[in-house]
């Protein structure tokens, strides 16, 4: 397999972790009840279209704002799997916050953003950047954004086959995999630092 290849699916699955579409799909569902198929089809384009116009100008301006303000790409990690862990936990522990509960019933805000793309996401982005380069990153978060959508559109019949109780057991799955990604970035961050100290 195309060391391309590799980092594209390496990358894709942080990122599928990190917007946790489970957690997102009920919240579509009730967002668009009474809608006509047409306003629904409307949030749902307008949704992925804002996460991916956020996501790659976040991506874009990440690197000026690391030097503006003199941030390591090692501390990034650090900061980052912080953050991360904390979105993980929050989620384990079944506290509720923008992420489940968002006001308002349009594609861009809330559902573009922050349920889409959100600080978890902008936050994976960046740090796989620096494991996966740019172009296997960005290709992983446009092939995610793409799998958004479809699960979107097919929103009613993947609750009605996994049911509520499916679909809150896989976010939780989600949540536990994305703390462990978050754990990972904090241990490569420090080993970096570390490693430049001993040198």
Not at 12 to 28: E, G, S, T
Not at 175 to 188: D, F, G, Q
């Amino acid at each position: 397999m195309p060391d391309i290849l590799k980092n594209i699916i390496s990358a894709f699955i942080p990122i599928f972790v990190a917007i946790d579409i489970f957690a997102v799909l009920p919240i579509f569902i009730s967002m668009t009840e009474g809608m006509s198929h047409e306003k629904i089809r409307a949030v749902e384009r307008d949704s992925v279209i804002t996460a991916i116009v956020v996501g790659l100008s976040f991506t874009a301006l990440g690197e000026a704002i690391f030097n503006t303000l003199s941030i390591t790409v090692n501390d990034f990690k650090i900061a980052g799997g912080l953050v991360l862990l904390i979105f993980a936990v929050l989620d384990l522990m079944g506290h509720t916050g923008t992420r489940q509960q968002p006001a308002g019933k349009w594609g861009v805000v809330p559902m573009g953003v922050p349920l889409i793309v959100g600080p978890a996401v902008l936050t994976t982005i960046l740090v796989l950047i620096d494991h996966y380069g740019i172009f296997a990153t960005v290709a992983s978060f446009v092939i995610n954004l793409a799998v958004v959508w479809i699960a979107l559109r097919s929103a009613q019949k993947i609750v009605h086959i996994l049911g509520r109780g499916g679909i809150l057991a896989v976010s939780k799955i989600m949540a536990l995999l994305l703390a462990s990604i978050a754990v990972m970035m904090i241990r490569l961050g420090i080993e970096n630092i570390v490693r430049g100290h001993a040198m």
